[in-house]
């Protein structure tokens, strides 16, 4: 009996916990404005089923990040297109089996929700793109992206082959302590198929290495995501 009086009290604190969330006229607004959100009418009904925590911190965890110092406003959200993107980055969320990516899922639609020329299929290439790869090949990516920053432009004399080898074995140098078990060529040749960076091959005296560097379209990411890993 005890056990079942915690069980149906922690599901009433869920869904308060959810609700609080709810009651922001953003989140009303988006919600109410789509016929078919799974994940989201079950957080809002324990009466046709149970959602579980992990589910629901999720979902709240998403919704607080988009609405956290008027992020995204009632203005941003009038348009059919940000309303149907809505809905693809939060079936995005659901499928997570961790939080990690949440904060830079919303960072992506938030940027998407106040664009003034939105560009639907950009968004959403960018959006699958951000959801193939892991969190750990999104971070080491960033870390190569940095180790670029910090070093390329003290280096502008040097011939563009002799900067991306130098970046590459600082990046490699510097991380392969805190991956040991990752072999990067493998994570950066992944990232190639998703447009992130472009990979090398070098060679000297009959030996030869890959060098990777980072895209333009990587870029692009880190900025609408607010990537950060620092």
């Not at 789509?34 to 149970?50: D, F, G, M, Q, R």
């Not at 639907?120 to 193939?132: A, G, R």
């Not at 140098?173 to 805190?178: E, G, P, Q, T």
């Given at each position: 009996?005890?056990?079942e009086?915690?069980?149906?009290?922690?599901?009433?604190?869920?869904?308060?916990?959810?609700?609080?969330?709810?009651?922001?006229?953003?989140v009303?607004?988006?919600i109410?404005?789509?016929?078919?959100?799974?994940a989201?009418?079950?957080?809002?009904?324990?009466?046709?089923?149970?959602?579980?925590?992990?589910?629901?911190?999720?979902?709240?965890?998403?919704?607080?990040?988009?609405?956290?110092?008027?992020s995204?406003?009632?203005?941003?959200?009038?348009?059919?297109?940000?309303?149907?993107?809505?809905?693809?980055?939060?079936?995005?969320?659901?499928?997570?089996?961790?939080?990690?990516?949440?904060?830079?899922?919303?960072?992506?639609?938030?940027?998407?929700?106040?664009?003034?020329?939105?560009?639907?299929?950009?968004?959403?290439?960018?959006l699958?793109?951000?959801?193939?790869?892991?969190?750990?090949?999104?971070?080491?990516?960033?870390?190569?992206?940095?180790?670029?920053?910090?070093i390329?432009?003290?280096?502008?004399?040097?011939?563009?082959?002799?900067?991306?080898e130098?970046?590459?074995?600082?990046?490699?140098?510097?991380?392969?302590?805190?991956?040991?078990?990752?072999?990067?060529?493998?994570?950066?040749?992944?990232?190639?198929?998703?447009?992130?960076?472009?990979?090398?091959w070098?060679?000297?005296?009959?030996?030869?290495?890959?060098?990777?560097?980072?895209?333009?379209?990587?870029?692009?990411?880190?900025?609408?995501?607010?990537?950060?890993?620092?």
């Amino acid at each position: 009996m005890k056990e079942e009086t915690e069980l149906v009290l922690g599901q009433a604190n869920n869904v308060k916990m959810i609700n609080d969330v709810f009651k922001n006229p953003v989140v009303e607004t988006l919600i109410s404005t789509i016929s078919i959100i799974p994940a989201v009418e079950l957080a809002t009904n324990t009466i046709k089923t149970i959602i579980s925590d992990m589910q629901i911190k999720k979902q709240r965890e998403f919704l607080e990040c988009i609405i956290i110092d008027n992020s995204v406003t009632m203005d941003d959200i009038r348009s059919n297109e940000v309303i149907f993107e809505f809905y693809k980055t939060l079936d995005a969320v659901n499928r997570l089996a961790g939080r990690e990516k949440i904060k830079y899922l919303a960072n992506l639609f938030s940027a998407f929700a106040k664009d003034e020329e939105k560009n639907i299929d950009e968004y959403e290439e960018m959006l699958v793109s951000f959801s193939d790869l892991s969190f750990r090949e999104i971070e080491i990516l960033y870390y190569l992206y940095v180790t670029e920053d910090s070093i390329a432009s003290d280096n502008l004399e040097k011939n563009i082959n002799d900067i991306v080898e130098i970046i590459w074995d600082t990046f490699v140098k510097k991380y392969k302590s805190k991956y040991p078990k990752v072999i990067f060529e493998t994570v950066m040749l992944k990232a190639t198929r998703n447009g992130y960076c472009m990979c090398e091959w070098l060679t000297y005296c009959g030996a030869s290495k890959m060098v990777a560097y980072t895209t333009m379209k990587f870029d692009e990411l880190v900025k609408r995501a607010k990537l950060n890993f620092e």
